[in-house]
C-alpha cells in the first residue's frame, strides 16, 4: 500500500485497522512525517513501514525495500526499527549544507546520471530542495526528514526550532487533529492544536480552555524532551483552534503551515501580550504574606511548576537544578505579577524596582525571598548582599585554603608521549582541542572526563565532529578513552581501575569544562569552581609531577582599565578588575586557585582567552556565539547593525593549536598567557 501520513496516523488508533495493516507485505508513506509513536506502535505491531521521498524536480532519488532485520540493531543496513530513515541511490549527486542546528538541506547537483528538471544554486548547477534532514546518529547512509527552511522557527534570541518532532508527536494524540508550533520573533514557542471533531471546545471559554490545557501537558511535557530547552512549550503557550475556522490542509492532509499561522495571526499575538501582562496586576495570586517564610514557600511551589515539576531545593543554586533563562524569565515574571496583584501598596512600588537579572543575581530561593521581601519593606531585613568584588575574594579563601602540596620531582614520562586527562571535549573549542591532541605524534593518549547525558559520550563526539566539520576518524584512534564523571565526586566519579591509571600516567590536565551563560551570577558557577578545587586535590596524589592547563577568559580581567595599558600576563591581585559578569568573576577565582596551587609545587598556566571564530579549515563557529547570532538575526530583521570597533578574533583552530603546542613543548609553563589576536584590526 503506497499512501499519505495523514490516514496512517488515523489508523494507527483502530486496532482492527492495525491488524490489517500487518497483514499487507508492505505500507509505504509519502508527502510528510509519521510521528514517531505512531511509526513505534505500528512497527512493534508487525506493520512493514517504509518511508519514501520524491519531488517533482529530481524525481525519487531513495530507496524503499532496503531493510535487513538479520543483521542486527546496530549494522549500517537498515532494521525495521529504522522505518523513517531513507537511503539514497549512488546516481544522486548530493550536497549536504549544515544548518547550524545539526540538520542538513538537501541540495542535488546535476550529474550525469541525475538531472533535476529545475536548478536554481548560485554557485553550480544543482537544485536546493528546502527540505531539511539528520544523519542518523549511529548508522552511515541513514537519513531522515524533519521538516523544511521555511518550517524553521526563528526565535527572538535567534535560536531555531525544528519543529515537526514535537508537532508529530502532538498530532498523534488520539483527540488530536493537528498541532503546529509558532514562536517567530518571539522569546518563546507556543503550539495551536485542532482537535478532532468529537473532542472540540470553545477556545473562548476560559474554563474550557484551562481543562485543556491540564488535559494535553502531560503529553506536552513529553513533546518537550524532543526538542531542545529554548523549544520548550510552556502550559500557558498552547493555542486550540476555532471549529469554524479549521486549519488548512495540502491535498495529502498535511496543515498548511503558512496560511495557518496568518489565518490565527490576531489570536497569536494576543496570547502572546496575555503573557507579556502576567505581570501586571492580578497576573498571578500573591503570597499569602510578605515574609521571607511564606515567600520562599510560593516560590518553591511556582519554580516547581515552571521546572517540570521538579521540586528545586531552596538552598541549592536554581541553575544547577534545571533553571535556564528562559526559565528565570518566567519566575521572575511571577514574582512581578504577584507583587502587582498584592493589595499592599509597598508590593505595588516593589514590582517596580525588580531589575532583569534579578532571578540571576539572587540564585538559589532562599536568597531570592529574602530580595523580594527586601524589596517590599526594605527595613525588615537590613543585611545587604556582598558586593561582587568581596563575593570574589569569599570564593577565593573557600577554595583555597588548605591547598595541598604537589609533587616537583619524580620519574618524566613525557618523552615516551603525554597523556592527557581533558575536562569539556564536547563543546565548540573542546572538540578543536581533542581533535589536536588526537592527531599530535607527540602525544600517546587522552582520556575525556565527561558528564552523563542521554546518549552516549561516542555519540556526543561524533555528533559534535561532524557538526563542526572535524575529522571524525580520530574518534576511531587507539589513544582515546572516554570517560563518564563528574568532578564533585569522590574520584572523579570513575571506577578504582581508572582512577589509578590517571594517578599513575597523566602528565597533563587540560581544563575546558565551563559554564556559558553570561546572565549568571559568580555564585551560580561555584560547582565549576569547586570541581576545580577537586582537580588540584586530585593531582597531589598523582605518582609523577603532573602540569595542569586552564582554559581562562579575557573576562576574568573585564573590569580592566585601559589607560593603564595592556592586560598584563601574571596574577591581577586586585579582585577589582574580575567585578562584572559572573562568567568572567568564576574564571578570575580559578587563575588565583591555580595560582595559590603554583606556589605549592604544580604547574599551571591559565590561558586568557580572547573572542573565538570560526576554523581556519571549516568555517564552524558556535552558533550561540553573538557574532552568529547577529547574522541570523539579520536574516529576520533585514538588517545588519553598524558597529565601529577593532576585529580581534582568533580562530577557533589556531587557539586549540596554542593549547596543544604547550603541551608538547618540554621545559616550564608559563603562569599566564593572553590567548588573543597579536594585531587586532
Known sequence: MFIVPS????????????????SLDAVIFAGGPVSDVNGIRLTAAGVKLFALYGITESGVPTGIFDTDDSQGPNADVKTSADWAWMTFFDRVNIRWIPQGDGSYELQFLTCPTHHPSVENLPDTKGYATSDLWVPHPKK???WRIVGRTDDIIVLGSAEKIVPIPQEGFLSSLPFVNGAVMFGRGKTQAGVLIELRSDATIN????KALAEFRNKIWPYVEEANTLAPSFARIFKGMILVTDPAKPMTRASKGTPMRKLILREY???????YETIEASTSSNGTDPPSSWDVETVEEWLVEHATRINKGQEPVATVDIFDQGFDSLSATFLRNRVIGALRSSSDTHAHEAATRISQDFVFTHPTLQRLAAAVVRLVFPHQISEEPKSNKNEILDLIAKYSANMPLFKVEGRSVVSEGAVILLTGSNGSFGSHVLAALLASSKVKKVFTLDRPGESSVVDRLQASFGSRGLPEDLLHSQKLVTLIGTLSQDALGLTAEYIQEIRSS???IIHNAWKVDFNLSVSSFQSHIAGTRALLDISASFTNPVKLLFSSSIAAAQAWNLADGSVPEEVLPDAAVAVGTGYGSSKYVTERLLAKARENGLETVSFRIGQLSGSTATGAWNITDWVPIIVKSSITLGYLPDINGLVDWTPLDIAARTIVDTVETP???PAFVNLVHPRPS
Open 140 to 142: 552511515k547512509g541513514l
Open 667 to 669: 621545559g616550564p609553563l
Open 265 to 271: 495571526t490576531d489570536e497569536i499575538e494576543n496570547l
Open 7 to 22: 490516514f496512517i496516523e488515523i489508523w494507527a488508533q483502530s486496532q482492527a485497522s492495525v491488524d490489517s495493516l500487518a
Open 506 to 508: 597523566v602528565t597533563h
Open 203 to 206: 477556545p473562548k471559554d476560559e
